[in-house]
T-cell receptor
Framework: GNSVTQMEGPVTLSEEAFLTINCTYT??????LFWYVQYPGEGLQLLLK?????DKGSNKGFEATYRKETTSFHLEKGSVQVSDSAVYFC????????????FGGGTRVLVKP | EAGVTQFPSHSVIEKGQTVTLRCDPI?????LYWYRRVMGKEIKFLLH????????ESGMPNNRFLAERTGGTYSTLKVQPAELEDSGVYFC?????????????FGEGSRLTVL
């Protein structure tokens, strides 16, 4: 079946540090890949997505590249801010699955000033 | 335009009691989904409505869970009787399109604590 594995948190960083959250997946075919973010007290928000191999999703300074050969979709940001403190979820959606997403366990990120 | 709203934001009940969670999707979104995150683990799909019809309920854990969407607008998710392992965050999402181009919009979630 489909599954998503992401690094466990919490990840604690200082402001302006480099952030990487690893995400690997198992799926048949070539699913679409997503990163969702949940800020404190808010709902899940789509952060970025990629729908085919070698696509790069980007938003708010975050980037992730769809790597078919390593079945990965690692999230990166070059310089984090306190406002990036949140829980980040990697997810996949098989092409035939409509909006039925498979999520990873989430990674809590805490950025200290 | 209002987003997906969920009520209550947090509910604390005792084992054996009943709880009903409500979700109001974005107006005009025929597709409504329930997901949940239990014990801080991964978020899992529960079910999918298209208007008032259950399209896919493969993720519903057992018959203590009942989801309805009468009239195809808001949805309720009832847990009866609640067990300790039902504690977690229940997310509702809606979309206009069910497919590769459809974007899911999530609510803030309803946190359920069963004591």
């Amino acid at each position: 079946g489909n599954s998503v594995t992401q690094m466990e948190g919490p990840v604690t960083l200082s402001e302006e540090a480099f952030l990487t959250i690893n995400c690997t997946y198992t799926a048949t075919g070539y699913p679409s890949l997503f990163w969702y973010v949940q800020y404190p007290g808010e709902g899940l928000q789509l952060l970025l997505k990629a729908t085919k191999a070698d696509d790069k999703g980007s938003n708010k300074g975050f980037e992730a590249t769809y790597r078919k050969e390593t079945t990965s979709f690692h999230l990166e940001k070059g310089s984090v801010q306190v406002s990036d403190s949140a829980v980040y979820f990697c997810a996949l959606r098989p092409k035939a699955a409509g909006n039925k997403l498979t999520f990873g366990g989430g990674t809590r990120v805490l950025v200290k000033p | 335009e209002a987003g997906v709203t969920q009520f209550p934001s947090h509910s604390v009940i005792e084992k054996g009691q009943t709880v009903t969670l409500r979700c109001d999707p974005i107006s005009g979104h025929d597709n409504l989904y329930w997901y949940r995150r239990v014990m801080g683990k991964e978020i899992k799909f529960l079910l999918h409505f298209v208007k008032e019809s259950k399209q896919d309920e493969s993720g519903m854990p057992n018959n203590r869970f009942l989801a309805e969407r009468t009239g195809g607008t808001y949805s309720t998710l009832k847990v009866q009787p609640a067990e300790l392992e039902d504690s977690g965050v229940y997310f509702c999402a809606s979309s206009q399109v069910h497919g590769p181009t459809g974007e899911l919009f999530f609510g803030e979630g309803s946190r359920l604590t069963v004591l």
